[in-house]
C-alpha cells in the first residue's frame, strides 16, 4: 500500500475545495484534464492553473510538542526591591506549528495584606516557550523561571532607569532578539 495520497484542489482561500482524492498520480492528472474539459463544454472558464494536485502522506509520524507557560506575578517593595508574589506553570501538548514562543508583561491591580496594590508596582509576567523533550519538567520550569527573573531585571532597567511606562513599549523592549 502507497504512503500517499494525490489531492485534487482548486480555488483559493474561501473559494478553495477539495474536488477528489487519488492513490495515484496520473490518475489525478486525468480527472483535471476531464474536468477541464467538462467545464469547457458548459462556457466555464477555468484557468489551466486553477487545479491543484496536493501530496499528502497517510499515517505520517506528526511530532506532538510540549509547551511550558510560565506566570509570575511580582512587586516591587516598599523599599524598591522586586518580590516575586506567586509563580505558576501550565504543560501544554500542540501541534508543533501551533507554538508561539513569547513574553508578555502587564501590570496590574493587587490586594495584599488586606491593602489594594497599584498598577505601577504590580506586574504580571507571561512567558510560553517550547518545551526540550528531552530533559524532564522540572528543570525545564527551571529555566523557564531563571528567563523570568532575567525578564523582571529589564523590565525594572526599562521602567526605573529608562523612564519608560508605556506597556506596549516595555513588551517590545523585551521581546527584541
Known sequence: MKNKVYIVTGGT??????????SDKEKAKEYIKNKLKIEESYDCLY???YFKIEVWHIDENIEIAEEIELEMTFRYN????I?????ENEIYSEFEA???EKITY????????????????????RITRKKNNNKDNESEIERIKKIGYDTIKRITYI?????IDDIEEINNMINKN
Not at 13 to 22: E, L
Not at 83 to 87: D, T, V
Not at 108 to 116: A, L, N, P, S, Y
Not at 159 to 163: A, E, S, T
Open 47 to 49: 484557468d489551466k492553473d
Open 83 to 87: 518580590e516575586i508574589i506567586k509563580i
Open 78 to 81: 516598599d523599599i524598591g526591591n
Open 159 to 163: 521602567k526605573k532607569v529608562l523612564g
Open 106 to 125: 502587564d501590570e496590574i491591580f493587587m490586594r495584599i495584606e488586606d491593602k489594594t496594590i497599584s498598577t505601577s508596582t504590580v506586574g504580571k509576567l
Open 13 to 22: 482561500y474561501s473559494d478553495y475545495s477539495i474536488y477528489a482524492v487519488f
Open 98 to 100: 501551533e507554538i508561539k
